[in-house]
């Protein structure tokens, strides 16, 4: 896996050609930030980005999609006992049509976004207005309440 920033993007642009082609038409995408890891050590930075993803697929169908993404583009595994390091990809699924799913293997909305200043300011860029479906405030609110 390239640490290089360029990489990084390449990589992220990969993604998103993935989601268009597997997932469906993106509609909306945010800048991409760079960004510190959080919650554990790295050299490397990262490249954050958010995307609004039209899609006929269930929730779980997309969460298995997106993990065949990640696959194929070099990631190899989540965690290993909770403790997180360095990955060519990363795909979270911060909401599904404002839904609340808590399953075994899919917690929806993610249940740390509105903590993570990484994840609220590209998903601001792309839907500000957007109310979180359990605390109830917009994305706006949510990264102004952190920053």
């Known amino acids: 896996m390239g640490s290089n920033l360029g990489d990084r993007t390449a990589n992220l642009n990969k993604a998103l050609a993935l989601i268009e082609e597997r997932v469906g038409p993106i509609e909306k995408v945010s800048n991409f930030y760079t960004t510190k890891p959080e919650g554990f050590e790295s050299e490397n930075e990262f490249i954050n980005a958010a995307a ?42 911060l909401y599904y049509n404002l839904e609340q799913i808590n399953l075994p293997d ?29 605390i109830g405030k ?10």
């Open 52 to 93: 609004c993803v039209h899609t006929s697929l269930s929730a779980l169908e997309l969460l298995h999609v997106t993990q065949q993404i990640e696959k194929d583009l070099g990631r190899e595994c989540k965690s290993i006992k909770g403790r997180h390091f360095d990955r060519p990809i990363d795909i979270d699924i």
């Open 106 to 134: 899919l917690i929806v909305p993610h249940p740390r976004m509105h903590v993570r200043q990484f994840v609220l300011q590209p998903l601001c860029d792309i839907a500000p207005t957007c109310k979180h479906p359990i």
């Open 138 to 147: 917009s994305t706006l609110h949510l990264l102004n309440a952190i920053k």
